[in-house]
């Protein structure tokens, strides 16, 4: 029996709804790994705004899903095997909350689970201009072993859609958990 590899995936209230919804479903295509899925209520706001998405097509997208204040949850726990999460898109006040291991819902409690278990956790903040606030909660999340990964487009892929820009991101984020990411970017090789 093949035991299937857990990543952890929360959408928060950022823009950008569009990279956690791509990763879901890179994901399902992905027979050796197993998603769980936590979405804020900000997050399924944004997610109908910006994608015409309802809560529970997301759902959908997830081999498990949890629900925001379920706190007893399974991810909840570091006794619960996960090769990490990523909390994408990340909102400030998401951030803020992981920073200062403020576990009010259950996604910030799954990342200070993946912090104290020295799990990977990757988290993309959508927001501009930072003020120092937002940078110093960054260098917080950095120093305690978390990965800020902004979802800024690499403009030397010469990519001619937003899908292709989106594809680069979640590509290179989902690489750093050993997904198999082929055919979702071309890795830069030099000129």
């Not at 990340?90 to 951030?95: A, D, F, I, V």
């Not at 978390?146 to 030397?156: Q, T, V």
């Not at 991101?169 to 000129?191: Q, S």
Request: hydrophobic residues 45%; neutral net charge; contains cysteine.
């Amino acid at each position: 029996m093949m035991h299937k590899k857990r990543l952890i995936i929360g959408l928060t209230g950022a823009t950008g709804a569009i990279y956690g919804v791509r990763m879901l479903q890179v994901l399902r295509e992905q027979e050796d790994w197993e998603t769980h899925l936590v979405i804020s209520a900000a997050g399924v706001v944004n997610l109908k705004y910006e994608m015409g998405m309802k809560r529970a097509e997301l759902i959908e997208l997830a081999d498990f899903s949890h629900g925001i204040n379920d706190i007893a949850a399974s991810i909840s726990s570091g006794g619960f095997k996960t090769e990490g999460m990523i909390i994408a898109p990340c909102s400030m006040k998401t951030l803020a909350a992981v920073a200062h291991g403020f576990g009010d819902n259950l996604i910030s409690r799954a990342a200070d689970v993946v912090l104290k278990e020295r799990r990977r956790l990757v988290l993309m903040p959508r927001e501009t201009p930072l003020n120092l606030i937002h940078i110093r909660n960054m260098a917080a999340v950095a120093e305690a072993g978390g990965i800020i990964f902004p979802p800024m487009p690499a403009f030397y892929s010469k990519s001619d859609s937003l899908l292709a820009m989106v594809n680069e991101t979640v590509g290179r984020a989902l690489d750093m958990f050993g997904v198999n990411v082929e055919g979702l970017y071309k890795p830069w090789e030099g000129i």
